[in-house]
């Protein structure tokens, strides 16, 4: 600094003039400022580089309707053992490839040719809509070039990810896999609830995609059950839940009767079909899926066999008639009513309070005198009542104190009729 008549300024180097000069003081300038902004800098840039992902190991095909079903899982891991940060990119190729002859050994390594057919690729950031269960899951449709353009071939599978057009995994494993057409899928499933289950009802297939459907085996028959407790709209709603839904059986040719229901339960029916090929059996996709509410509207057969004894009288215990029946063979009989009529042919009145959960009944509310007709109904869980047995009659007869039987007054008194009993 100087001080000049009491000022105080401050001393500047001299303003270069010549070019020489500029550019050396242009330049010191540019090296300050250069080192004073790294002072504050955390350390040297570091260069990232993508990693490459661990090869696909367990790679699986199978074939449904016309659907080749991929699974595998995902990588993780990169080669160098760390974690992928997101997901990699998936590349999917197939090949066609001549069937190996009968009893030849596999060929060494994997069985895909030097170029193979990239089939799809699928970016990063659409890899979890494949994404079920943690396993990817992909849906190869063969269409029906494919399947005419390489009669008695095998489609060879492969799989690679990648995190960069440079970090590609390597080859996972082949997976050879014969497909065949598959029959159409059935299109007309129908139910119909009976007193004993409910039956489905369809029309076999006749066509492939690429012509008639070959010889098809049986019919596969998959349910699943709803849980909700009032009835759903009639209308079949397709399935999105089928990994709820189980094989219950299966039969050669329509219908399928499945008796293992419960009345008020909601299930969801599909059908699938196997077609047989000389070597191979290929199932069809599912049909459209139908929706059955079944209700149990339905009266237990009539009783059998119903009997009319007449119990004399001992003692003081009066007479009375003695009724009894064969038991309902149906494992739903809650109980049984008993009707009473004078008038053969006649709707009798019933005499029971309450269901008679045995087949016997005693009526000892009876006239000496009077002909009785019977008839007896079952009653299942449900309320539903069978129609009315095949009657049967009795009478207690009107005795003497000699023991002769006497005809009864027309106006004979009521009182002191004890009321009928149910047969202990």
Known sequence: MEIRKGVLRPRC??????????????????????????????????????PTPTAVNDLAATQQGDDVILTFTLPKESVEGRELKQPPAIEIFRDFQPIPPAGAAPAAGAAVSKAPTLLVTIPSAMVEQYDTRRQIRYADELRPDDFTQHPGAQAVYMVRTRTSPKKVSANSNAVPLRVEPAADLITDLGAEVIHQGIILTWTPPQKTAVGTVAPITLYRIFRREVAQTTAPSPTPQA??????????????????????IQFGKTYVY???????????????????PITVFPLDTFPPAAPQGLVVVLVPAQGAAPAYLDLSWSISAENDIAGYNIYRTEQE???????NP????TPAFRDMNTLPGHRYFYTVT????VGNESPVSVPASGEVPVESPAGATAAVPAAAPAEGIQKAQPKS
Do not use: H, M, N, W
């Open 378 to 381: 079952a009653v299942d869980r």
């Open 270 to 288: 599909t059908v699938r079909s196997v077609v047989q090929y000389p070597d191979l059996q290929i199932e069809s996709l599912d049909s459209p």
């Open 354 to 357: 309450e269901l008679l959960r």
């Open 13 to 50: 180097s001299p303003i270069p003039t010549s070019r020489t000069s500029i550019f050396y003081f242009l330049f010191s300038i540019f090296l300050s400022a250069a080192f004073l902004a790294g002072c504050g800098a955390p350390g040297e840039p570091v260069e990232r580089k993508a």
């Open 345 to 351: 042919g006649a709707p009798g009145q019933k005499q």
């Open 239 to 260: 399935s999105q839940s089928q990994k709820l839904s189980v094989q219950i059986g299966d039969c050669p040719a329509p219908p399928f009767r499945d008796t293992q």
